[in-house]
């Protein structure tokens, strides 16, 4: 795998807010995401609600694994973050845009939608001033 991996047992749910971001990303389960899913994602987002589960399974640290917080007012979620060597919190409902570019970078904006990015442009060449 060389996309994104979500992290969380909320099925329904959507706690980073990708909802909109046209990048495929893979959800697992914290109990149930294999070794290999893990290492060869570009990009990991973990929701901090299965922090537990997922420190029981003994994983590595990484670069590029991102901490989705789904209670903005629980100041906790940075030590565990830093335990886990998560390059990033980001907090439910704030910073989607941010994470958004984050995994358009992580996978080479290959999935980008740049005609809606830029928009059509100017008429033309800009005109001298003077």
Same mark, same amino acid.
């Given at each position: 795998?060389?996309?994104?991996? #979500?992290?969380?047992?909320?099925?329904?749910?959507?706690? *980073?807010?990708?909802? +909109?971001?046209?990048?495929?990303? &893979? !959800?697992? $389960?914290?109990? #149930?995401?294999?070794?290999?899913?893990?290492?060869?994602? *570009?990009?990991?987002? +973990?929701?901090?609600?299965?922090? &537990? !589960?997922? $420190?029981?399974?003994?994983?590595?640290?990484?670069?590029?694994?991102?901490?989705?917080?789904?209670?903005?007012?629980?100041?906790?979620?940075?030590?565990?973050?830093?335990?886990?060597?998560?390059?990033?919190?980001?907090?439910?409902?704030?910073?989607?845009?941010?994470?958004?570019?984050?995994?358009?970078?992580?996978?080479?904006?290959?999935?980008?939608?740049?005609?809606?990015?830029?928009?059509?442009?100017?008429?033309?060449?800009?005109?001298?001033?003077?």
């Amino acid at each position: 795998m060389t996309g994104v991996l #979500l992290i969380s047992d909320s099925a329904g749910d959507d706690p *980073a807010g990708l909802g +909109l971001c046209r990048v495929p990303v &893979q !959800t697992a $389960t914290a109990a #149930l995401f294999t070794f290999d899913e893990f290492r060869s994602a *570009a990009l990991v987002i +973990l929701d901090d609600r299965v922090y &537990q !589960t997922f $420190t029981a399974r003994r994983m590595p640290r990484r670069q590029d694994l991102v901490v989705v917080n789904p209670h903005p007012d629980d100041a906790t979620v940075w030590a565990r973050a830093v335990a886990l060597g998560a390059t990033d919190v980001v907090a439910t409902g704030e910073g989607s845009g941010w994470l958004h570019l984050k995994l358009h970078v992580a996978t080479d904006c290959q999935y980008a939608d740049w005609e809606s990015l830029l928009g059509p442009g100017p008429d033309g060449p800009p005109q001298p001033v003077g």
